[in-house]
């Protein structure tokens, strides 16, 4: 509503003779202040702020009247009442100088502002008055309390009477009442009649006139409050009282004429509001003002007697000020702005206290931009010698503000913007309310939608993120107004926004401007007279492209409604113009209609239509309606607003006739805070009637009014249809000051059945947000508003100096957007209400919103929250219906686990009683395969049951994330489970959501474990000697492994990861198997060496090789058709080539396979064969043709990330941004060299043969360890597969030279025979390289048949032996007795020591911390 901005201002003095003031008072036009001081009367202009007057009292009259004490204007501005000490009224006339000016603004030569405007001396030049003191009255008693009426002025003194005095015939006009003649009673019914004061010693203490009601609210010496009417239109005649009959310890009074409110501060700080019962007019209690000890702990109960209040210009806010100091800015209704009493307010950046600003009259400026208020604290300060500091000290304060544009223009309630407006600028929310729009208005969105891009506040992003900008930032998109525009028509009166967030419009104090935020420009009026001849009275509103508004013309002294359309010039001549018989006081556009409120209490209705006439296109208006309200408004200025709205209780009507739901329904009145609604009048006749005309049923008659809800501040409706969302849409939303906010929900009978004759058709929900609305998102189930902040900025000035400083003694104040979500307090006050059925059918309409599993925590959390924690014994709880309500959605595992654990312990048992058993739920998640949820149970689980059960239910977890490769969760179970194992359980692990920095190319293990694979022979044969101990990580994921393993927990623990490695070696997954070594940091080495006889030993060559193939997506070699002249004529080179590019893009890492990370581009080796790699992600799926491929090339890779399969480089060519860029190489090299047909067919054969890069890498790797564990089936696999002789006749040459065990060499021997087998029926591209090998096959024949014998005499399973208990020994066992197996001929691959330096350069390149250092320890 109103926000503080910035630092508030000290007034510099000009004279030095001006005493400290004591009283500050504005003008009823608030162009002017009087300030008073002990003996001096003062007169300033508001803006600039500047002093005009200063009139200063003779010694001896000073000391006869004694000190000045309170000052009264007259209400057009001329006189001047001041009372002093003693008993004496002043009265001081103001003659303005004609035609002089004390300031006039100077511009620089040539500049636009010329002098000729009309009305400028007035508006922007500070004039010249006089001060003369007219009359003295003596009222010999000390005055209370000076109050001005139209034609009196009301003052009260000491002896107990009430004076009135006329401003112009002061001598005869004088008239006193003696309050003990005026009867008080609790109402003003007339059987029942008054008791008198009945107090010699009772006077009035502080009164205020209410116009609204006619009459005062008293506040008496002993603290009792009432009202005094008087009983006929002659003021004197009778006069009656009424008291407030619970207030006994009355302060001051202020009245709110708009919404008929007295407030009364108390001496115990809090503030009574009263509004008078019109029935019977008593003194009704509407609501209280009280800090809460909630929010300020400290000071709630320690802040003395409330000084004074003040209500804002436009009656919209209170300001209250105590004994002990602070500001504190309320609602109308009670919802607490600001209070200067906490925070940054109160405490210094180091956390001293500081005294609160103590406030000894305030006063609020034009339009509430200003609040004028005469420091306390100043008055007692003696000032230092000088001048400077002197008017330094001066003691009068001004604070700024910034309002809502509602408190002005309501009509801005049925947008979807926030708007604020400062005295110069505009505050927007826009760009974002725009995208929350998207989806329900899709042709404005789709216009919209290329020029918001490049408007003020987008920044790209914006169509990407939807609601998320709307919640995310809090910065506001300021525009500043035109200063042309505001210095002759300041202040800013009104402003408006169109339905996009695209324009806005303001309203000063003639005329009108707007802005483009697309084109970043304002339009004035070209026209200056015109602007100057019109005064925009009852607001304005946007429609389409049109501004509409309600001006009196001060040419023709007329009240005129006229429409300017924003594209053509802003001058009369474009505008639409009609007449209007009274003054309008209020406007309102809805669809397609105008509603005006006019001054005679009538309403009248406007239909506007576009009419294209020649290029110019208007808009034309013509009277619907007209409906006379005089019987039910008392006062025209206490309407607060009038809207149309689509809003109705026949739901049987909306439901037969879906189409009518968009017309003009309904008014919604808001008189005083009562919101009135008036209906249409369908009981009669023509609702059946087939209407020709269709403005025939436009006029239909409303009803008599309906009181819907009190103590209203705003109402939000829209005129939007959303089937899917009609709770939300049909909804009408109240704002209602400290009651929070109240919902009128539509209920709807299911699936169009009959609805329940007892069941209420609408219903009225309260709900309390945290925050002010500003405006509401319908479909999003959202409210918009602002709140204030501050900063400090104390330490910035440390010496003792500049203690005084205003940035030492008050924060930097400014305002944030801020949001919150309500949908979770409409569902539960539906539960309450046993309307679930209802609550699941708005729930399931807004279940997409990104926020709705939290909106059912919140839910959830709040109930258990105030259940489980009250005192009392509830009869009827609420959370086991709000739990089964959950249950109705997919999200109710992880609600209930959210919300557990962010709720203490102790509250988990009464939680889990409603929703169940936490065992249960946990395997409900395994079953869901929904293993983080399932984490999070367990650690409940861990925290309410014995070690025992979170163990098995644990193992259980770790055995199905190994199954699933969820590796990071795999890393916390291991930490959980040893955790449980060592007794740490009070330390619960953390959550499994947190996810350890994972490789995101390559993989993780390869990088710890320092083996670099591109060495020269010599160096990897002097590293061989020093492997007598096995590789361990020492990174993160090894860290485990390096305590000492004797716990029985880690035995446990190692069970299961050897029985996974087992199952995965069993079933031929070796890529999951490098993967899970690499994330879990398992000794894949070590584990290999004992299993070498048994898991790890291949069984069927034939059909790992094939595996192997589908795995790593590694091609079958193929054979050059013989009858090929051209490799072009059947696009086999196309395909092999395509073929290379899709390989070295789809293959992920091990780590990336299981993991969603981003894979950047690495740089490659430079060779135009490895720069046909680019980003992996741009291939989803493509499909194959190659004439020799294999079926199993067609599967795709099983893997949770991305599905790829092989596929054509024609497909390729759509989709990857580097396909055009390989051709061209390709291409080049054709054309510097001729290559033959046979080079070509190299090529192709090369290409076609080469798998992904990535896989390349893996497998040489797996290699490596298959080598080092001595597993050389494994090795004689992966050599076939890269076609590597040299890994071949290396794993031979170990054969030959060490003592190997026979029964591997014949599992060999037989393997490759079958694999020779396989290859000529069924895959001929492997024989050429087969036979390549024959010879070592045929040796190593031999070989197998001169161990048979000494095999027979070995220990028939030499494994078993070697499973200790201590996996470490045994390590170190293995490891010593095959280290030596590699290095023996580390030496014999010199043929291909080349070809594979260079793969394995281009391996590193492919790591993004490419990094390796070669220490295998």
Same mark, same amino acid.
């Not at 290329?450 to 930032?473: K, V, Y």
């Given at each position: 509503?109103?926000?503080?901005?910035?630092?508030?201002?000290?007034?510099?003095?000009?004279?030095?003779?001006?005493?400290?003031?004591?009283?500050?008072?504005?003008?009823?036009?608030?162009?002017?202040?009087?300030?008073?001081?002990?003996?001096?009367?003062?007169?300033?202009?508001?803006?600039?702020?500047?002093?005009?007057?200063?009139?200063?009292?003779?010694?001896?009259?000073?000391?006869?009247?004694?000190?000045?004490?309170?000052?009264?204007?007259?209400?057009?501005?001329?006189?001047?009442?001041?009372?002093?000490?003693?008993?004496?009224?002043?009265?001081?006339?103001?003659?303005?100088?004609?035609?002089?000016?004390?300031?006039?603004?100077?511009?620089?030569?040539?500049?636009?502002?010329?002098?000729?405007?009309?009305?400028?001396?007035?508006?922007?030049?500070?004039?010249?008055?006089?001060?003369?003191?007219?009359?003295?009255?003596?009222?010999?008693?000390?005055?209370?309390?000076?109050?001005?009426?139209?034609?009196?002025?009301?003052?009260?003194?000491?002896?107990?009477?009430?004076?009135?005095?006329?401003?112009?015939?002061?001598?005869?006009?004088?008239?006193?009442?003696?309050?003990?003649?005026?009867?008080?009673?609790?109402?003003?019914?007339?059987?029942?009649?008054?008791?008198?004061?009945?107090?010699?010693?009772?006077?009035?203490?502080?009164?205020?006139?209410?116009?609204?009601?006619?009459?005062?609210?008293?506040?008496?010496?002993?603290?009792?409050?009432?009202?005094?009417?008087?009983?006929?239109?002659?003021?004197?005649?009778?006069?009656?009282?009424?008291?407030?009959?619970?207030?006994?310890?009355?302060?001051?009074?202020?009245?709110?004429?708009?919404?008929?409110?007295?407030?009364?501060?108390?001496?115990?700080?809090?503030?009574?509001?009263?509004?008078?019962?019109?029935?019977?007019?008593?003194?009704?209690?509407?609501?209280?003002?009280?800090?809460?000890?909630?929010?300020?702990?400290?000071?709630?109960?320690?802040?003395?007697?409330?000084?004074?209040?003040?209500?804002?210009?436009?009656?919209?806010?209170?300001?209250?000020?105590?004994?002990?100091?602070?500001?504190?800015?309320?609602?109308?209704?009670?919802?607490?702005?600001?209070?200067?009493?906490?925070?940054?307010?109160?405490?210094?950046?180091?956390?001293?206290?500081?005294?609160?600003?103590?406030?000894?009259?305030?006063?609020?400026?034009?339009?509430?931009?200003?609040?004028?208020?005469?420091?306390?604290?100043?008055?007692?300060?003696?000032?230092?010698?000088?001048?400077?500091?002197?008017?330094?000290?001066?003691?009068?304060?001004?604070?700024?503000?910034?309002?809502?544009?509602?408190?002005?223009?309501?009509?801005?309630?049925?947008?979807?913007?926030?708007?604020?407006?400062?005295?110069?600028?505009?505050?927007?929310?826009?760009?974002?309310?725009?995208?929350?729009?998207?989806?329900?208005?899709?042709?404005?969105?789709?216009?919209?939608?290329?020029?918001?891009?490049?408007?003020?506040?987008?920044?790209?992003?914006?169509?990407?993120?939807?609601?998320?900008?709307?919640?995310?930032?809090?910065?506001?998109?300021?525009?500043?107004?035109?200063?042309?525009?505001?210095?002759?028509?300041?202040?800013?009166?009104?402003?408006?926004?169109?339905?996009?967030?695209?324009?806005?419009?303001?309203?000063?104090?003639?005329?009108?401007?707007?802005?483009?935020?697309?084109?970043?420009?304002?339009?004035?009026?070209?026209?200056?007279?015109?602007?100057?001849?019109?005064?925009?009275?009852?607001?304005?509103?946007?429609?389409?492209?049109?501004?509409?508004?309600?001006?009196?013309?001060?040419?023709?002294?007329?009240?005129?409604?006229?429409?300017?359309?924003?594209?053509?010039?802003?001058?009369?001549?474009?505008?639409?113009?009609?007449?209007?018989?009274?003054?309008?006081?209020?406007?309102?556009?809805?669809?397609?209609?105008?509603?005006?409120?006019?001054?005679?209490?009538?309403?009248?209705?406007?239909?506007?239509?576009?009419?294209?006439?020649?290029?110019?296109?208007?808009?034309?208006?013509?009277?619907?309606?007209?409906?006379?309200?005089?019987?039910?408004?008392?006062?025209?200025?206490?309407?607060?607003?009038?809207?149309? @709205?689509?809003?109705?209780?026949?739901?049987?009507?909306?439901?037969?006739?879906?189409?009518?739901?968009?017309?003009?329904?309904?008014?919604?009145?808001?008189?005083?805070?009562?919101?009135?609604?008036?209906?249409?009048?369908?009981?009669?006749?023509?609702?059946?009637?087939?209407?020709?005309?269709?403005?025939?049923?436009?006029?239909?008659?409303?009803?008599?009014?309906?009181?819907?809800?009190?103590?209203?501040?705003?109402?939000?409706?829209?005129?939007?249809?959303?089937?899917?969302?009609?709770?939300?849409?049909?909804?009408?939303?109240?704002?209602?000051?400290?009651?929070?906010?109240?919902?009128?929900?539509?209920?709807?009978?299911?699936?169009?059945?009959?609805?329940?004759?007892?069941?209420?058709?609408?219903?009225?929900?309260?709900?309390?947000?945290?925050?002010?609305?500003?405006?509401?998102?319908?479909?999003?189930?959202?409210?918009?508003?602002?709140?204030?902040?501050?900063?400090?900025?104390?330490?910035?000035?440390?010496?003792?100096?500049?203690?005084?400083?205003?940035?030492?003694?008050?924060?930097?104040?400014?305002?944030?957007?801020?949001?919150?979500?309500?949908?979770?307090?409409?569902?539960?006050?539906?539960?309450?209400?046993?309307?679930?059925?209802?609550?699941?059918?708005?729930?399931?309409?807004?279940?997409?919103?990104?926020?709705?599993?939290?909106?059912?925590?919140?839910?959830?959390?709040?109930?258990?929250?105030?259940?489980?924690?009250?005192?009392?014994?509830?009869?009827?709880?609420?959370?086991?219906?709000?739990?089964?309500?959950?249950?109705?959605?997919?999200?109710?595992?992880?609600?209930?686990?959210?919300?557990?654990?962010?709720?203490?312990?102790?509250?988990?048992?009464?939680?889990?009683?409603?929703?169940?058993?936490?065992?249960?739920?946990?395997?409900?998640?395994?079953?869901?395969?929904?293993?983080?949820?399932?984490?999070?149970?367990?650690?409940?689980?861990?925290?309410?049951?014995?070690?025992?059960?979170?163990?098995?239910?644990?193992?259980?977890?770790?055995?199905?994330?190994?199954?699933?490769?969820?590796?990071?969760?795999?890393?916390?179970?291991?930490?959980?489970?040893?955790?449980?194992?060592?007794?740490?359980?009070?330390?619960?692990?953390?959550?499994? @959501?947190?996810?350890?920095?994972?490789?995101?190319?390559?993989?993780?293990?390869?990088?710890?474990?320092?083996?670099?694979?591109?060495?020269?022979?010599?160096?990897?044969?002097?590293?061989?000697?020093?492997?007598?101990?096995?590789?361990?990580?020492?990174?993160?994921?090894?860290?485990?492994?390096?305590?000492?393993?004797?716990?029985?927990?880690?035995?446990?623990?190692?069970?299961?990861?050897?029985?996974?490695?087992?199952?995965?070696?069993?079933?031929?997954?070796?890529?999951?198997?490098?993967?899970?070594?690499?994330?879990?940091?398992?000794?894949?080495?070590?584990?290999?060496?004992?299993?070498?006889?048994?898991?790890?030993?291949?069984?069927?060559?034939?059909?790992?090789?094939?595996?192997?193939?589908?795995?790593?997506?590694?091609?079958?070699?193929?054979?050059?058709?013989?009858?090929?002249?051209?490799?072009?004529?059947?696009?086999?080179?196309?395909?092999?080539?395509?073929?290379?590019?899709?390989?070295?893009?789809?293959?992920?890492?091990?780590?990336?396979?299981?993991?969603?990370?981003?894979?950047?581009?690495?740089?490659?080796?430079?060779?135009?064969?490895?720069?046909?790699?680019?980003?992996?992600?741009?291939?989803?799926?493509?499909?194959?043709?190659?004439?020799?491929?294999?079926?199993?090339?067609?599967?795709?890779?099983?893997?949770?990330?991305?599905?790829?399969?092989?596929?054509?480089?024609?497909?390729?060519?759509?989709?990857?941004?580097?396909?055009?860029?390989?051709?061209?190489?390709?291409?080049?090299?054709?054309?510097?060299?001729?290559?033959?047909?046979?080079?070509?067919?190299?090529?192709?054969?090369?290409?076609?043969?080469?798998?992904?890069?990535?896989?390349?890498?893996?497998?040489?790797?797996?290699?490596?360890?298959?080598?080092?564990?001595?597993?050389?089936?494994?090795?004689?696999?992966?050599?076939?597969?890269?076609?590597?002789?040299?890994?071949?006749?290396?794993?031979?040459?170990?054969?030959?030279?060490?003592?190997?065990?026979?029964?591997?060499?014949?599992?060999?021997?037989?393997?490759?025979?079958?694999?020779?087998?396989?290859?000529?029926?069924?895959?001929?591209?492997?024989?050429?390289?087969?036979?390549?090998?024959?010879?070592?096959?045929?040796?190593?024949?031999?070989?197998?048949?001169?161990?048979?014998?000494?095999?027979?005499?070995?220990?028939?399973?030499?494994?078993?032996?070697?499973?200790?208990?201590?996996?470490?020994?045994?390590?170190?066992?293995?490891?010593?007795?095959?280290?030596?197996?590699?290095?023996?001929?580390?030496?014999?691959?010199?043929?291909?020591?080349?070809?594979?330096?260079?793969?394995?350069?281009?391996?590193?390149?492919?790591?993004?911390?490419?990094?390796?250092?070669?220490?295998?320890?």
């Amino acid at each position: 509503m109103y926000f503080l901005s910035g630092w508030p201002k000290r007034l510099l003095c000009p004279l030095e003779s001006l005493e400290q003031p004591l009283h500050i008072q504005t003008d009823p036009q608030r162009a002017f202040f009087a300030v008073l001081s002990p003996s001096q009367l003062s007169i300033w202009y508001c803006r600039p702020s500047v002093l005009i007057v200063s009139y200063k009292e003779l010694s001896k009259a000073a000391s006869q009247f004694g000190s000045y004490k309170q000052a009264e204007w007259r209400p057009d501005s001329t006189m001047i009442a001041v009372s002093t000490a003693n008993g004496y009224i002043l009265f001081f006339e103001i003659p303005s100088a004609r035609d002089k000016y004390l300031y006039e603004p100077m511009y620089p030569k040539g500049s636009p502002h010329l002098k000729g405007t009309p009305h400028y001396k007035e508006e922007q030049c500070a004039p010249s008055l006089n001060l003369e003191m007219k009359k003295v009255l003596d009222l010999q008693a000390s005055i209370t309390s000076l109050q001005s009426t139209l034609e009196d002025l009301l003052v009260a003194t000491t002896d107990g009477f009430l004076h009135l005095v006329h401003w112009d015939g002061m001598t005869n006009g004088r008239k006193a009442i003696n309050l003990c003649t005026v009867p008080f009673s609790v109402d003003l019914q007339s059987s029942r009649a008054g008791s008198f004061l009945g107090f010699e010693d009772v006077y009035i203490r502080d009164m205020e006139y209410c116009a609204t009601l006619d009459g005062f609210a008293v506040v008496f010496n002993d603290g009792r409050v009432g009202f005094i009417t008087p009983m006929s239109r002659r003021f004197a005649a009778e006069l009656r009282g009424v008291w407030a009959q619970d207030v006994i310890d009355g302060t001051c009074v202020a009245v709110n004429n708009k919404y008929r409110l007295m407030a009364f501060g108390c001496a115990n700080g809090s503030v009574q509001v009263y509004t008078i019962d019109t029935t019977t007019g008593a003194m009704q209690f509407s609501h209280k003002l009280e800090l809460t000890p909630k929010q300020y702990p400290d000071i709630w109960n320690k802040t003395g007697p409330v000084k004074l209040i003040r209500w804002s210009p436009d009656s919209c806010v209170v300001m209250v000020t105590w004994e002990c100091g602070g500001l504190s800015l309320w609602s109308v209704f009670g919802a607490q702005l600001i209070c200067t009493l906490g925070g940054d307010f109160a405490y210094q950046s180091d956390g001293a206290k500081k005294d609160p600003l103590k406030i000894s009259s305030m006063t609020w400026g034009s339009e509430g931009y200003h609040l004028w208020v005469v420091d306390g604290n100043s008055s007692n300060v003696k000032p230092e010698s000088g001048g400077i500091s002197e008017a330094s000290q001066f003691g009068i304060l001004q604070f700024h503000f910034i309002k809502s544009a509602l408190t002005v223009n309501p009509c801005m309630s049925n947008q979807e913007q926030v708007l604020l407006q400062g005295e110069d600028r505009l505050y927007l929310n826009c760009g974002d309310a725009t995208q929350a729009q998207s989806p329900r208005n899709s042709s404005a969105h789709s216009e919209d939608k290329p020029t918001r891009e490049r408007g003020p506040f987008s920044d790209g992003s914006l169509d990407s993120q939807g609601l998320s900008t709307l919640l995310g930032h809090r910065h506001w998109h300021v525009v500043q107004i035109h200063s042309t525009y505001l210095e002759s028509n300041w202040p800013i009166r009104f402003s408006a926004i169109d339905k996009l967030g695209q324009n806005v419009a303001v309203v000063g104090k003639f005329g009108f401007a707007h802005y483009s935020l697309l084109t970043k420009k304002w339009k004035l009026f070209g026209n200056i007279t015109q602007e100057q001849n019109m005064m925009v009275t009852g607001g304005l509103a946007w429609w389409n492209d049109f501004i509409v508004l309600a001006c009196y013309n001060l040419n023709d002294h007329q009240e005129e409604l006229r429409i300017y359309l924003r594209t053509s010039n802003l001058d009369n001549a474009f505008a639409h113009i009609t007449k209007v018989q009274a003054d309008t006081l209020l406007l309102s556009v809805f669809r397609d209609i105008v509603i005006l409120f006019r001054a005679d209490c009538s309403i009248c209705l406007y239909s506007i239509e576009r009419r294209p006439e020649g290029l110019n296109t208007t808009a034309s208006i013509q009277v619907l309606q007209e409906v006379s309200m005089s019987r039910y408004i008392p006062h025209p200025f206490l309407v607060v607003s009038v809207t149309l @709205t689509s809003v109705r209780t026949e739901t049987g009507i909306t439901l037969k006739m879906p189409q009518q739901a968009c017309e003009a329904e309904s008014i919604m009145l808001n008189l005083a805070g009562q919101l009135i609604m008036l209906q249409r009048d369908r009981s009669g006749p023509q609702i059946r009637d087939k209407d020709n005309n269709p403005n025939q049923r436009k006029h239909l008659p409303f009803c008599a009014p309906v009181v819907l809800a009190q103590s209203v501040e705003n109402v939000w409706t829209t005129c939007r249809i959303n089937k899917q969302k009609r709770h939300l849409l049909e909804a009408l939303w109240l704002s209602c000051g400290g009651a929070g906010m109240k919902v009128w929900l539509p209920l709807f009978p299911r699936d169009h059945r009959k609805p329940h004759s007892f069941l209420s058709r609408r219903i009225m929900l309260p709900f309390h947000i945290n925050i002010y609305p500003l405006a509401v998102l319908f479909e999003d189930a959202l409210v918009l508003g602002a709140v204030n902040d501050t900063v400090l900025y104390d330490c910035l000035y440390t010496q003792t100096s500049a203690r005084e400083h205003l940035e030492v003694l008050f924060p930097f104040s400014i305002v944030e957007r801020t949001s919150q979500i309500y949908l979770h307090h409409i569902l539960r006050q539906l539960l309450v209400r046993n309307l679930g059925e209802q609550a699941l059918l708005l729930a399931h309409s807004c279940a997409t919103l990104p926020y709705f599993p939290h909106v059912l925590e919140l839910m959830l959390h709040e109930v258990l929250e105030e259940e489980a924690t009250s005192r009392e014994p509830i009869p009827d709880p609420l959370l086991p219906t709000v739990a089964k309500f959950i249950t109705e959605f997919p999200l109710f595992l992880q609600t209930v686990v959210h919300c557990a654990r962010k709720t203490e312990y102790a509250l988990w048992n009464y939680l889990f009683a409603a929703v169940g058993n936490p065992k249960d739920l946990f395997e409900e998640c395994l079953m869901a395969q929904d293993l983080d949820t399932a984490a999070s149970y367990l650690i409940i689980l861990q925290n309410m049951e014995v070690p025992a059960v979170s163990r098995q239910h644990a193992t259980l977890l770790f055995n199905t994330a190994l199954e699933q490769g969820k590796w990071d969760l795999c890393r916390h179970m291991i930490r959980f489970l040893k955790a449980i194992g060592s007794g740490e359980t009070e330390t619960p692990p953390a959550t499994p @959501t947190t996810q350890e920095p994972s490789s995101s190319s390559g993989f993780e293990f390869f990088r710890h474990r320092s083996i670099s694979l591109s060495q020269s022979a010599e160096n990897l044969h002097s590293k061989f000697n020093l492997t007598k101990t096995l590789s361990m990580p020492s990174g993160p994921s090894g860290k485990r492994w390096s305590k000492d393993s004797d716990c029985a927990e880690n035995m446990y623990i190692d069970m299961m990861l050897w029985r996974h490695a087992r199952r995965l070696l069993e079933e031929i997954k070796l890529k999951d198997l490098g993967c899970f070594a690499a994330q879990l940091g398992f000794e894949l080495i070590g584990w290999l060496c004992k299993e070498r006889a048994r898991a790890a030993r291949v069984e069927d060559f034939v059909f790992a090789l094939k595996k192997l193939h589908k795995d790593f997506l590694w091609p079958f070699p193929v054979i050059p058709a013989s009858s090929i002249n051209s490799p072009f004529k059947n696009g086999k080179y196309k395909t092999a080539v395509g073929e290379q590019l899709l390989k070295s893009q789809s293959a992920d890492t091990f780590v990336n396979m299981e993991m969603d990370t981003g894979i950047s581009n690495t740089p490659r080796s430079r060779s135009w064969l490895g720069t046909i790699s680019s980003s992996q992600r741009e291939i989803d799926t493509v499909s194959s043709h190659g004439p020799h491929m294999q079926d199993a090339f067609l599967s795709p890779l099983l893997s949770k990330g991305d599905e790829c399969s092989i596929g054509s480089a024609t497909d390729l060519t759509e989709t990857s941004s580097m396909v055009d860029g390989d051709w061209t190489m390709v291409d080049e090299n054709f054309s510097s060299q001729s290559l033959t047909q046979s080079e070509l067919e190299h090529i192709s054969l090369e290409l076609a043969s080469k798998g992904p890069h990535k896989s390349q890498v893996q497998l040489r790797y797996l290699l490596h360890i298959f080598m080092e564990a001595g597993c050389l089936d494994w090795c004689i696999i992966i050599g076939l597969i890269l076609r590597e002789s040299s890994v071949i006749n290396q794993v031979f040459s170990i054969m030959q030279s060490s003592d190997i065990d026979g029964e591997i060499c014949q599992n060999i021997k037989t393997g490759l025979y079958a694999v020779d087998k396989w290859a000529s029926t069924d895959c001929p591209g492997y024989k050429p390289f087969l036979n390549i090998i024959k010879p070592q096959i045929q040796k190593l024949s031999e070989i197998a048949e001169e161990q048979v014998q000494p095999e027979a005499f070995q220990p028939v399973n030499p494994s078993k032996v070697t499973e200790q208990p201590n996996p470490r020994a045994e390590e170190s066992r293995t490891s010593s007795s095959h280290g030596t197996n590699p290095q023996s001929d580390a030496g014999n691959s010199s043929a291909s020591r080349h070809e594979e330096d260079r793969s394995k350069t281009e391996d590193e390149d492919s790591f993004q911390e490419g990094r390796y250092d070669c220490t295998v320890s």
